[in-house]
């Protein structure tokens, strides 16, 4: 009997140790000093190829950190780039691979019904070895996959960070 007693208290011990690791969890999350860095080097691959663009980079959770609007970029950019960057972080994809399945497939059509959503390319997750930490998002260029070749330009210029 007393066996069967301490075996249902270390199952119990064991039960509630599981429940208090899973309780609280310790994500990455991007900081202010790199969400900057990449919002100025997305500003400045674009320039770089003539195109006055905004950038705006977004934590986990889609949360505006930082936002770069280059010279002449549009007023339109502003929006555009913050939801490329939320629809990014949010889906934690690229947002011409989104649009690009949206198109192909009547179901994903739908996305674009999500409040804060924009299926045009130029908003990339940015990753954290597997986890996604962010996101990035451009606005301006004459085309989304050039928005997106911006954006993939400036999270090479800081890849060892993301480590």
Avoid: W
Wanted: glycine share 10%; with cysteine; aromatic share 2%.
């Amino acid at each position: 009997m007393r066996t069967i007693a301490q075996l249902s208290i270390a199952a119990l011990l064991v039960t509630a140790s599981i429940a208090n690791a899973q309780a609280v969890r310790t994500e990455k999350n991007i900081s202010l000093e790199l969400a900057n860095q990449i919002a100025a080097a997305s500003v400045a691959a674009c320039s770089a190829k003539g195109y006055a663009v905004t950038a705006t980079v977004v934590d986990r959770a889609g949360l505006v950190r930082a936002v770069q609007r280059a010279d002449n970029a549009g007023p339109h950019t502003l929006a555009a780039s913050q939801q490329k960057a939320f629809t990014s972080a949010s889906a934690r994809n690229n947002t011409l691979a989104m649009m690009e399945g949206a198109q192909k497939n009547p179901a994903a059509a739908n996305l674009v019904h999500i409040p804060g959503f924009l299926l045009l390319g130029g908003g990339v997750p940015v990753r954290a070895g597997n986890d996604v930490i962010g996101a990035v998002g451009i606005g301006g260029a004459p085309g989304g996959h050039l928005d997106e070749q911006c954006a993939v330009a400036a999270l090479e210029q800081v890849k060892d960070q993301l480590k």
